[in-house]
């Protein structure tokens, strides 16, 4: 069964409250959250005191997707915020195994995440540290855009590299996820779906949770 992270950047901002307690209901794994800082991304989305206030509302793990500069120098704070997984993106890391084992050592799970035109290749001498993989399907810096097609055999490699070293690592899809891509997705070797717009724009987003969860 795949780990499903619903993506809170397409729910209501203003009734977060309401929207955790969907999702606490629902067959949800993960709260995907996307922190944006209007440099490497052209958006800004949201920081410390909203997850520190989502926190407090539910007990399902925090998987935070930094799309910022200069990650490392926040690391300690996603983690008091409420950050049990933390993913950065290795085009702003020119020090990544150095971030990677800085996010372990805070007792998170660690992540790096890929631009559509970032090869996986780039990702041959750190894959053995990581917990998981984030490959964007979209360009980073907004939810409800159309999934890029040609990331499919981005997912298929990693799969494959993933296999040839015997490795234990999830595979996270994100941007452009819907009911019609994702078991494709999923069977080229994706094992976590992020979903923003597909969950909260859905008339019953419990029941599209529950589809999503219950593909193979
Ligand atoms: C985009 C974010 C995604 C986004 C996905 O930069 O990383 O997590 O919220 O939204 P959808 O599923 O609507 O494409
Ligand atoms: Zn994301």
Redesign the pocket.
């Known amino acids: 069964m795949p780990i499903i992270a619903p993506?809170l950047?397409?729910s209501n901002f203003l009734n977060l409250e309401q929207e955790c307690k969907m999702l606490n209901e629902s067959a949800a794994d993960w709260f995907?959250l996307?922190v944006?800082d209007g440099h490497f991304?052209p958006?800004i989305s949201f920081g410390f005191p909203v997850i520190e206030h989502l926190r407090k509302a539910t007990t399902k793990p925090f998987d935070v997707?930094l799309?910022i500069e200069d990650p490392g120098q926040y690391t300690e704070r996603f983690k008091k915020a409420g950050a049990d997984r933390l993913t950065v993106h290795l085009e702003v890391c020119p020090n990544l195994h150095r971030n990677i084992q800085q996010i372990k050592s805070l007792g998170m799970k660690a992540g790096v995440a890929i631009n559509p035109h970032s090869p996986v290749e780039l990702l041959s001498d750190i894959l053995d540290d990581l917990d998981q993989v984030l490959v964007?399907t979209?360009?980073?810096?907004?939810?409800?855009?159309e999934f890029i097609p040609h990331t499919f055999q981005k997912i298929r490699m990693l799969h494959k590299m993933k296999h040839e070293r015997g490795l234990n690592l999830l595979i996270e899809v994100?941007?452009?996820?819907t009911l019609q891509n994702a078991t494709a997705l999923l069977h080229a070797g994706a094992n976590v779906l992020?979903?923003?717009?597909?969950?909260f724009s859905s008339e019953n987003p419990k029941a599209t949770i529950e589809t999503l969860k219950n593909l193979v």
């Not at 994100?174 to 996820?177: R, S």
């Not at 992020?194 to 969950?199: E, L, P, Q, R, S």
Request: charged residues 5%.
């Open positions: 993506s950047l397409a995907h996307d944006m991304v958006n997707h799309m964007m979209v360009n980073p810096g907004y939810g409800g855009q994100d941007g452009g996820v992020v979903a923003g717009n597909t969950v």
